[in-house]
Nanobody, 123 residues
Framework: QVQLVESGGGLVQPGGSLRLSCVAS????????MGWFRQAPGKEREFVAA????????YYADSVKGRVTISRDNAKNTVYLQIYSLMPEDTAIYYC????????????????WGQGTQVTVSS
């Protein structure tokens, strides 16, 4: 059974930073694209970042470009999302996704999802 487990969320003050982690189990994900999405209350799930299997190609949403870094460690079956200069509008549940077919920014194109980790940015 494939499982993705996110961690690292929490309450952060504006301007702070967080590193989210997503550990995959049940199969190796060294050959698939992995991504991060987020969903704020009352809003649709939106793309944040994605990385190719090698980590050599990364994609970022315009809304977070320059403040977010995605990386992965295939030996640990783990993908990371480092977020800097957090703003209140970054408040959302952040989801890890894996094994896409098609465009990297469309949630429905990913086969596996984690349960999400809450990020709250507030003073």
């Amino acid at each position: 059974q494939v499982q993705l487990v996110e961690s690292g969320g929490g309450l952060v003050q504006p301007g702070g930073s967080l590193r989210l982690s997503c550990v995959a189990s049940g199969r190796t994900f060294s050959g698939v694209t992995m991504g991060w999405f987020r969903q704020a209350p009352g809003k649709e799930r939106e793309f944040v970042a994605a990385t190719s299997w090698s980590g050599g190609t990364t994609y970022y949403a315009d809304s977070v470009k320059g403040r977010v870094t995605i990386s992965r460690d295939n030996a640990k079956n783990t993908v990371y999302l480092q977020i800097y200069s957090l703003m209140p509008e970054d408040t959302a549940i952040y989801y890890c996704a894996a094994d896409k077919s098609g465009s990297y920014y469309i949630p429905a194109n990913y086969r596996y999802w984690g349960q999400g980790t809450q990020v709250t940015v507030s003073s």
